[in-house]
Nanobody, 125 residues
């Protein structure tokens, strides 16, 4: 069973930074593409960023391009999301997810099969 545990969330002021971690277990990490999604209250879950299982290709939602960076350490079975210049609209529960499907780059919830429980990120002064 593929499992994820997210950590690193918290309260930060606008303009600040956080680094989220997604620790994976139950699989060979380099087989799966990994993504970060987020869900704000009353809104649908949306894709934030994803990273391939092979060549390290990455994709970002337009709303976070230039501010967020995704990376993975396969030796540690961990994926990171470095979030800089945070805005109040980044407030959400952040989830990591994994997939072996070929269309992982679409950042669609329908392409990801394995999910963590989420970590809360609150951007507020």
């Amino acid at each position: 069973q593929l499992q994820f545990v997210e950590s690193g969330g918290g309260l930060v002021q606008p303009g600040g930074s956080l680094r989220l971690s997604c620790a994976a277990s139950g699989f060979t990490s380099d087989y799966y593409a990994i993504a970060w999604f987020r869900q704000a209250p009353g809104k649908e879950r949306e894709g934030v960023s994803c990273i391939s299982s092979s060549d390290g290709s990455t994709y970002y939602a337009d709303s976070v391009k230039g501010r967020f960076t995704i990376s993975r350490d396969n030796a540690k079975n961990t994926v990171y999301l470095q979030m800089n210049r945070l805005k109040p609209e980044d407030t959400a529960v952040y989830f990591c997810a994994g997939t072996g499907r070929s269309r992982w780059y679409l950042l669609s919830v329908y392409e990801y099969d394995y999910w963590g429980q989420g970590t809360q990120v609150t951007v507020s002064s």
